[in-house]
Each structure stands twice: as structure tokens, then as C-alpha cells.
């Protein structure tokens, strides 16, 4: 099982590689490996989920160095957690992709695609930090490409700030890397956190600031308050599948905070333990109101989702910021509701401007769609869903995390701004739904391209998410209280990775 954890980094790398010389077998065989290999990961995800419920700490020892010296993966209950959200995303993605065709549009997708994969689930594992700002490139060169792919202006204009940015954003990450290394010898997150407890005090402002410095990074991944200007123009005019894969993308910002921030800045590293709460909560609720804005002021469907992927996000920082095991698990909940919901909007976007032909997806009056009736169920499905409503999964999401703030002085401010924002988002999407299906020209001829059932399986694929959190509502709330737990347990981690032995050879 242990070489299971290492198969979910070392697969989508493989098939990567298979997929560059596979162009040579044509579209079909490409599609066909992309295909297996995300179901593959699919099943790993699971598996890996199964292993993660013994609540023991998996250690995978590269080179079959230990801790510190070697490259270290650990699997625990989030990263099982986050790697099967990647997967299940993934294959909803891929699957519209090859069904409109989109993949024909460029060179290599597929080979990207793979190593996008790579390097999200590579975040998700190491226990590295080192490690992880590699991962953050390889995923980042590969979304450089994806992003692109299909070409167009906005698109290349979009993609141009998205790359500025987070270069920007990888200078920043080797300067926080070098000041801790420096700070602390180690790049390791069990031993980074180990030796934070015992650090001299007059290193400990040096070892604050690189941690704050390390919060801003991480607020570039995850389009934090005032760092969230790239996301609304990059998602909205990228190609939709790319858009809905992207959808996880914003969340290892969130992930990167909770691992690295939570372990190195637990309980155990006195005067320093959690000091950065109040920062990402309060930027947290400044992102959530411009993104409720950003969907007011939207011209178009997909710049719509995209603003709507930005309050998801936003709602995620509130509930990392109230730190505590309850608000860790709401959070939780909520990411697997935001995640898959907003690619599921993304793919349900592009349905709706093929539907429309020239008008594509801007609020204006347009000849009524193919199967429109089918299509508006679906995206007042969806629009309750993302904004919150009951009885949907997102309702429940925001719920929990209200209730984890009852005792925290903040309430209010939490409450206030989530119940504006809300109501906001509500009334946006309900305009943008009379404009798209109500507001019609009397036209009988069809506008745009008919309905392709293929593609629209993946679209409701993804947002039977919804009631199937509310469905399983019970178990999946114990499972994300499980893993709130261990995640606040940073003692245990930090054991688990720096006492795990060498295997020895047998002889």
C-alpha cells in the first residue's frame, strides 16, 4: 500500500512521458491512454482514502533516505481527501474535452493534462516545502500551456498576467524558502516545525516574517485578497474543460496553508502558534465581498463562474482563518462542494454558449437555445447550488462554517459579510438566468450548435456532487471531522514522519 501513494505522483508522470511518443499512434490512442490513466487515478484515490481511514500516517521514503535528509510523501486523511477531489475532476474534465473536441485545438493536451496531474498530486503528497515549490512549477508550466491552448487574444492576453504573476509569486516562495532554511537548517515541514518550538527568540521575528512572506505566496495560488486579479480574466477565457480542471487549482493554495502553515505554526511553536489566522481570515472576508461584486458586475456567464469560484475560495480562507477543528471540518466540506460544483458551472457555461451561437454566453437577448428547457433546470440546479441555497450541498457548506464561528470574536463580521455576499451572488444569478433562458428573441431558427449529450453527461456528472453531500451528509461530516482532527494533531505528524525507518534489505 505504501507504494500505492508513491503510483499516484509516479502514474500521471509516466503516462505523461507515454503520451508524447503516443501522438505518433494518433488522437484516438491519445485519448484512449489519457482516459485509463484518470480512471486509474480515480481508483488509487479511493484505495488511498480506504488506507487513510486507519488514521496512521503513510511515510514514503524516496531513495530510501529518512527524514530529514530524503524526499519525503506522506499520506494522510487531507491529502487522500484532496487527491480524490483532483481525480474525480479530472475525469469529468477530460471527458468534455474529448466529447466537444476540444483537445483537437492544440498540441499536446493530453501531455499536459497528465502533468498537471503530476504536479497537483505531488503538492498534495510531499512533505517537503522545497518539494513542494517544485510541484507548484510543474503544475504551473503545465497550466501555462493548457491555459493557452486553442489560442485567441483575451486568451494569450490573460494567460500573459496569469504567468507574470506567479513568477512573481515563485520569487517570493524561494525567498520564504531561503529565510526559514536559513532560520531553521531544514526544508523539511516535520522538522521545520520540530525545530520552531526550540528556535532562539531572537530568530523568531526573521522566522515570522518568512512566514508571512510564505502566506503571500500562497494567497497568489489561491487568489487572495489583493492577489486575485489574475483569476476572473485567466478562468473565463481559457477553453472550458481547462477552466473546470482548473477549478482545483485555487484549492492548493488553501491546501498549502493548512500543511505547511498548520504543522510549522501548530501548537507546538509557542509564541509563533497560529499567528497567521487573523490575516487570512479577515483577508479572507475583504476577497469575499469584491468577489460577490465581481459576480454582480459580470458581463458573461463565464466571468460569472469565475467570480463565483473566487467567493468559494474566499469562504474557504474564512473557515482556515477561524482555526478550529470544527471550522476545519465545515471547510472541508465546503472545498469538496465548491470544487467540483464550479467545474461542472465552467463545462455548463461552454453548453450554454455553443447553444447561442454568436451571442455565446454575454447577457443579452438572444434566440432561445437548443433544449433549453433541459439546459435552465440545469443551471438553476447549479445556481442554487454555487450560491448557497438550500437544500444543496453549498447551503449546508456555509451552515457549518457559521456555526464553527459561534464562539470566535469575529462572528459577526463572518455572518454579516457571508449572509450579504450570499444575497448578492443570489440576486446576480438570478438576473443572469432571465437574461440567458427568459429574456429570448422570437426567432424559430436554432442559433448555435445542438445539444451534445456526451459533453452534458460530464456536466451532470459533476454537479450530482450536490445531493450526494446532502445524501451522505452524515458520514461525509464524520469524515471530514476525522480529518480536522488529524490535521490539527501536528504532533503525530511530525512523529510519524521523522521516526519512520529506512527499510532494510534483506540479505
Do not use: C
Not at 81 to 99: D, E, K, P, Q, S
Not at 334 to 355: K, N, Q
Request: hydrophobic content about 60%.
Amino acid at each position: 500500500m505504501m507504494q500505492l501513494t508513491a503510483w499516484a505522483i509516479l502514474l500521471p508522470l509516466i503516462a505523461g512521458f507515454l503520451l508524447l511518443f503516443a501522438r505518433i499512434g494518433g488522437l484516438r490512442l491519445q485519448r484512449s491512454l489519457n482516459l485509463l490513466v484518470v480512471l486509474g487515478l480515480v481508483f488509487i484515490s479511493f484505495e488511498l482514502v480506504k488506507l487513510s481511514l486507519t488514521g496512521v500516517h503513510q511515510v514514503y521514503l524516496s531513495g530510501n533516505w529518512i527524514a530529514p535528509f530524503g524526499i519525503v510523501f506522506v499520506l494522510d486523511q487531507l491529502s487522500a481527501l484532496m487527491l480524490l477531489i483532483t481525480a474525480l475532476l479530472a475525469l469529468g474534465a477530460l471527458w468534455y474535452a474529448i466529447a466537444t473536441k476540444y483537445d483537437q485545438k492544440g498540441s499536446h493536451f493530453h501531455v499536459l493534462f497528465q502533468l498537471q496531474l503530476f504536479g497537483l498530486n505531488g503538492a498534495f503528497l510531499t512533505g517537503d516545502l522545497f518539494n513542494l515549490f517544485v510541484f507548484f512549477e510543474v503544475l504551473l508550466l503545465a497550466s501555462y500551456g493548457l491555459l493557452l491552448h486553442g489560442n485567441g487574444r483575451l486568451r494569450t492576453k490573460a494567460g500573459l498576467h496569469y504567468v507574470v504573476i506567479n513568477l512573481i509569486g515563485s520569487t517570493l516562495f524561494l525567498f520564504a524558502v531561503g529565510a526559514l532554511y536559513g532560520a531553521l537548517g531544514t526544508l523539511n515541514i516535520a522538522d521545520m516545525a520540530a525545530k520552531i518550538s526550540i528556535a532562539p527568540a531572537e530568530d523568531l521575528g526573521l522566522i515570522a516574517a518568512a512566514g508571512l512572506l510564505l502566506l503571500v505566496v500562497f494567497g497568489v495560488k489561491a487568489a487572495m485578497f489583493p492577489l486575485y486579479l489574475w483569476l476572473p480574466s485567466a478562468y473565463s477565457h481559457t477553453s472550458a474543460p481547462v477552466a473546470a480542471l482548473f477549478a482545483i487549482m485555487t484549492k492548493v493554495g488553501i491546501y498549502s496553508i493548512i500543511r505547511v502553515h498548520g504543522t510549522i505554526f501548530g501548537i507546538e511553536a509557542g509564541d509563533l502558534a497560529s499567528f497567521y489566522t487573523p490575516w487570512v481570515l479577515g483577508l479572507g472576508l475583504i476577497t469575499l465581498l469584491l468577489a460577490a461584486f465581481g459576480v454582480m458586475a459580470s458581463r458573461g456567464l463565464r466571468e460569472q463562474v469565475a467570480y463565483l469560484v473566487l467567493a468559494s475560495v474566499a469562504t474557504l480562507l474564512i473557515g482556515v482563518g477561524l482555526n478550529s477543528p470544527q471550522a476545519l471540518a465545515a471547510t472541508l466540506y465546503y472545498l469538496m462542494h465548491s470544487t467540483l460544483i464550479a467545474g461542472g458551472m465552467f463545462l455548463l457555461a461552454d453548453v450554454i454558449s455553443r447553444g447561442r451561437g454568436v451571442h455565446e454566453d454575454r447577457y443579452e437577448s438572444a434566440p432561445i437555445m437548443p433544449n433549453a428547457i433541459l439546459i435552465g433546470s440545469v443551471f438553476m440546479f447549479g445556481a442554487v447550488a454555487m450560491t448557497g441555497m438550500p437544500p444543496l450541498s453549498g447551503f449546508f457548506g456555509k451552515v457549518l462554517i457559521l456555526a464553527a464561528a459561534l464562539d470566535n470574536v469575529w462572528f459577526f463580521s463572518v455572518l454579516g459579510v457571508i449572509l450579504v455576499s450570499s444575497l448578492l451572488m443570489i440576486i446576480a444569478m438570478a438576473r443572469a438566468g432571465s437574461l440567458l433562458f427568459y429574456r429570448t428573441q422570437p426567432v424559430n431558427v436554432l442559433p448555435g450548435e445542438p445539444l451534445n449529450r456526451a459533453a452534458f453527461s460530464a456536466v451532470i456528472g459533476l454537479l450530482a456532487a450536490s445531493p450526494i453531500l446532502v445524501i451522505f451528509a452524515n458520514p461525509i461530516t464524520a469524515y471530514t471531522e476525522s480529518v480536522a482532527i488529524q490535521v490539527f494533531d501536528s504532533a503525530t505528524y511530525i512523529e510519524a514522519v521523522l521516526s519512520t525507518p529506512a527499510t532494510q534489505k534483506a540479505e
